[in-house]
Nanobody
Framework: QVQLVDSGGGLVQPGGSLRLSCAVSGFTMAHYAIGWIRQAPGKEREVILCISSSNSSVYYANSVKDRFTISRDNSKNTAYLQIDSLRPDDTALYYC?????????????????YGQGTQVTVSS
């Protein structure tokens, strides 16, 4: 049974940093792309970035470039999202998800297994 567990969210002040983790079990993630998707209140789910099975990062949201970094450790079956220079408009529920293959996709239906989400709230 595939299970993804997201963690690392919290309440931070603007300009702060967080590191989100996505622990994958029941599934060897090495052959699959991993994406991070977020959903802000009242907005649709948004794929923000992804890392392919060959470790190429793909950014889908211009607002996160230069601030968000995705990485993966296949030996630990874990993916990470380093978020720096947080802004109030980054407030959202963040999910990791496994893609249907080794390549990234820019729409949420490109991903078939999701974590439960971890809340990131940016506020002073």
């Amino acid at each position: 049974q595939v299970q993804l567990v997201d963690s690392g969210g919290g309440l931070v002040q603007p300009g702060g940093s967080l590191r989100l983790s996505c622990a994958v079990s029941g599934f060897t993630m090495a052959h699959y792309a991993i994406g991070w998707i977020r959903q802000a209140p009242g907005k649709e789910r948004e794929v923000i970035l992804c890392i392919s099975s060959s470790n190429s990062s793909v950014y889908y949201a211009n607002s996160v470039k230069d601030r968000f970094t995705i990485s993966r450790d296949n030996s630990k079956n874990t993916a990470y999202l380093q978020i720096d220079s947080l802004r109030p408009d980054d407030t959202a529920l963040y999910y990791c998800a496994t893609a249907r293959g080794p390549f990234c996709g820019g729409v949420y239906w490109s991903y078939d297994h999701y974590g439960q989400g971890t809340q990131v709230t940016v506020s002073s």
